[in-house]
């Protein structure tokens, strides 16, 4: 068998960017192959795409650019043109417009109180990339090693790869920053990329404080480029793209760089369209049924296209496997309960997704401040997105008293007890596969668990806890298949889970109230107060306050052995099934230590270069 680990596009490959720069500071409002409804569809198509996303759109593009090859992508959301999605101001786009979200909320977590949480995933064109944060982080080479675990024994990925040659990054912080060290370095423009620019975020006085802070920390370095592949703290690019002569600023995402502006006769979007089946004809994937996303689902509402060579499944983690149980395709239990006959037999698969801890501080006047720039000319704190600098780091920094005792409890797991009963042996081998990497991850300084932006403003300063080890999972409503799926993050289900953020917490303490270098500040600990210290305030406290998901969720499609509860083989492809291939972030059988939207574009352009290799051995 092939194992995933010889995939070879994670290693360095989580920036890589994509987009032309707009021409306008508004994008163009004529999409002369955006279809106003299925009856301007063709019969067929080579390739037909689930969802128009980040790695929608992105596969699309690579696949019709020889203007022959027709190509259809399929997007539950609307084509939106607008300000709150283009302009950049200090702010993620995903709470301006209600419907540009699914409406999902997650099962009651346990651990949590029984608190039920939003599930924040998009519903546009151009996914979670027209909404997010803007922010342009790659993992660390450690941390890519691990996505692609494929047994007890995770092999090293070459640090050079055919693909990245795409990548690079454009712009770079202001030229005081650059003199001492502190920078990201521009790399040559290979291919079509986007713009991703620095903000003014870079001058703000309070995270330069921050940035000194981190790097006197033991163990702490600053790599000389924010995708050098190492933790440590740095400043790093944001999505944007500069749009006119006066340097104004717009967001850079899939759309703008994977559909505006192209005109292909053979590229095709339909949107406000929602997929409701993959059809199969025998174990060969052929067509996709789907109907307006607003319909009430009348038998008159439906259309079928046909795909002459493959379907490409870009939904998401969330939608993804929804789409494969509604088809038919794992696992027998549960879809004999929603009455759906069982097709190809593939075990249920848990996802993971990060959690945040929060503390609040204050500043009005530098508020008032950044909104006065902001209104004269676009420019200041509010120019930069959200952020352009932060620390990642791993547990040995954190916590280099204790790692080692947490890595112990990891290593004396038994996958089983962690896990849903009743859950697939396979997927139980996988996990505890996943459990031995992330015991050796804990060990390395080199795999990022804490990360924290520095804001120099936010009234709310949090951070992340990168690898928990807790998973969650993702399955159909079995007395309503074609509604939401029931999403439940089993926060917390696995307990080590509490002693990781415990150390992360009392980290960030130290960093932000007992720091001499930012005492000047009378930094104020307003929650929990400085009088939580015991281990079981502490623990009663995270249970009311963590947020169970910072919005990267992965894994539900993962790139793993069968036998170890993989779904996709080390060419994308669905097992067991001719013509099926998931490209998008539930390949990824662990998170990684950064924001998703980079690699999710990498693994976009893998995966159209598999598809079109796989096309030429088939000719």
């Not at 490209?583 to 079109?612: C, P, Q």
Request: charged share 20%; glycine share 8%.
């Amino acid at each position: 068998m092939v194992l995933p680990s010889q995939l070879g596009f994670l290693a360095t490959l989580a920036a890589l960017l994509s987009c032309s720069p707009a021409a306008t500071l508004h994008v163009p409002t004529i999409y002369t192959r955006a279809l106003d409804g299925p009856e301007a569809l063709s019969g067929s198509y080579d390739y037909v795409i689930i969802g128009g996303g980040t790695a929608g759109l992105t596969v699309g593009d690579r696949l019709s650019e020889d203007g022959k090859t027709t190509v259809l992508v399929i997007e539950n959301g609307e084509l939106a043109d607008s300000d709150e999605i283009n302009n950049v101001r200090d702010r993620v786009s995903w709470n301006a417009e209600p419907w540009w979200l699914y409406n999902i909320t997650s099962a009651p977590n346990t651990e949590l109180e029984n608190r039920e949480s939003a599930v924040i995933i998009a519903s546009v064109t151009g996914g979670g990339s027209a909404l997010n944060g803007m922010q342009c982080v790659r993992g660390t080479t450690d941390d890519y090693d691990r996505v692609c675990i494929s047994n007890h024994h995770p092999k090293k990925l070459q640090t050079k790869c055919p693909a990245s040659s795409t990548m690079n990054l454009i712009g770079a912080p202001p030229l005081d920053y650059t003199q001492d060290g502190r920078r990201s370095n521009g790399r040559e423009l290979v291919r079509r990329t986007s713009v991703a620019a620095f903000g003014d975020n870079a001058n703000s006085l309070f995270a330069e404080y921050q940035f000194e802070v981190f790097t006197k920390l033991p163990g702490v370095g600053v790599p000389e480029d924010s995708g050098a592949g190492q933790t440590g703290v740095y400043w790093y690019p944001t999505y944007k793209i500069v749009v006119d002569a006066e340097g104004s600023l717009n967001r850079s995402y899939s759309r703008t760089g994977h559909w505006d502006g192209l005109n292909r006769a053979n590229y095709h979007l339909i949107t406000e369209s929602k997929v409701t089946k993959i059809e199969l004809d025998g174990n060969k994937a052929t067509g996709v049924v789907f109907r307006p996303s607003q319909a009430d689902g009348g038998d008159d509402e439906f259309t079928t296209v046909k795909a002459n060579k493959e379907i490409i499944l870009s939904a998401g983690t969330i939608h993804s496997p929804q789409l494969l149980q509604l088809s038919g395709i794992r696992p027998r239990k549960l879809l004999e309960s929603a009455r759906i006959e069982t097709k190809i037999e593939l075990p249920v698969r848990n996802y993971s997704t990060r959690p945040n801890r929060r503390d609040d501080f204050d500043d009005p006047d530098f508020i008032t401040w950044a909104d006065e720039l902001w209104a004269a000319n676009r420019t200041g704190p509010w120019s930069r997105a959200l952020w352009n600098t932060g620390a990642w780091l791993g547990l040995p920094v954190v916590a280099p008293e204790a790692y080692e005792s947490i890595a112990a409890k990891v290593d004396a797991q038994n996958a089983a007890d962690y896990l849903p009963t009743g859950s697939d042996p396979t997927v139980i081998a996988g996990y505890q596969a996943r459990l031995v990497s992330l015991a050796e991850a804990i060990r390395r300084s080199n795999n990022v668990f804490y990360s924290h932006y520095f804001s120099g403003d936010e009234p709310v300063n949090y951070f992340t806890y990168e690898h928990p080890l807790s998973l969650g999972t993702v399955n159909i409503n079995t007395s309503a298949p074609e509604s939401e799926p029931i999403v439940d993050y089993r926060t917390y289900s696995n307990p080590v889970d509490f002693d990781i953020m415990l150390e992360l917490a009392r980290f960030h303490r130290r960093i932000n109230v007992e720091s001499p270098l930012l005492a000047q500040f009378d930094p104020v600990e307003t929650s929990p107060g400085l009088n939580v210290t015991a281990r079981e305030d502490w623990v009663a406290y995270m249970r009311r306050n963590t947020e169970p998901t910072a919005m990267h969720p992965t894994g539900t499609c993962a790139m793993m052995p069968l036998e170890l509860g993989g779904v996709v083989d080390e060419q994308l492809r669905v097992y067991g099934v001719e013509g099926l291939r998931v490209v998008d972030a539930s390949v990824m059988s662990v998170i990684v230590g950064a924001n998703l939207a980079g690699t999710v574009f990498a693994i976009a352009e893998k995966g159209a270069d598999l598809i079109k290799n796989g096309a030429e051995q088939c000719r």
